[in-house]
Nanobody, 126 residues
Framework: QVQLVESGGGWVQAGGSLGLPCAVS????????VGWFRQAPGKEREFVSA????????YYAEPVKGRFTASRDNAKNTVYLQMNSLKPEDTAVYYC???????????????????WGQGTQVTVSS
């Protein structure tokens, strides 16, 4: 069973920064792509970012490009989402998700992911 645990959420003023670690408990972590999604109140869950199994490729939704950075440390089974220049519209519950990559995936849609964390709240005040 693959388990994901997000942390690092909290409250921050607009323009501030937060870092979200996602710890993944699985023996073959280096075979898993990891994505970040968020869901604001009254809205559907949306893609934020994703990182490939090696970390060599990263993908970002347009609203966060240039402000968010995804990285991973395969030795620590952890993926990170560094969020800078935060805006009130970034307020949401942030989820990390993982999928073992056997074939070509976009890793940018929630339907592709098999395992999800419980989410962590990020609140950005204006």
């Amino acid at each position: 069973q693959v388990q994901l645990v997000e942390s690092g959420g909290g409250w921050v003023q607009a323009g501030g920064s937060l870092g979200l670690p996602c710890a993944v408990s699985v023996r073959t972590f280096s075979s898993y792509a990891v994505g970040w999604f968020r869901q604001a109140p009254g809205k559907e869950r949306e893609f934020v970012s994703a990182i490939s199994v090696s970390g060599g490729s990263t993908y970002y939704a347009e609203p966060v490009k240039g402000r968010f950075t995804a990285s991973r440390d395969n030795a620590k089974n952890t993926v990170y989402l560094q969020m800078n220049s935060l805006k009130p519209e970034d307020t949401a519950v942030y989820y990390c998700a993982a999928v073992r990559v056997f074939h070509r995936l976009t890793i940018r849609t929630s339907e592709e992911y098999d395992y999800w964390g419980q989410g962590t709240q990020v609140t950005v005040s204006s």
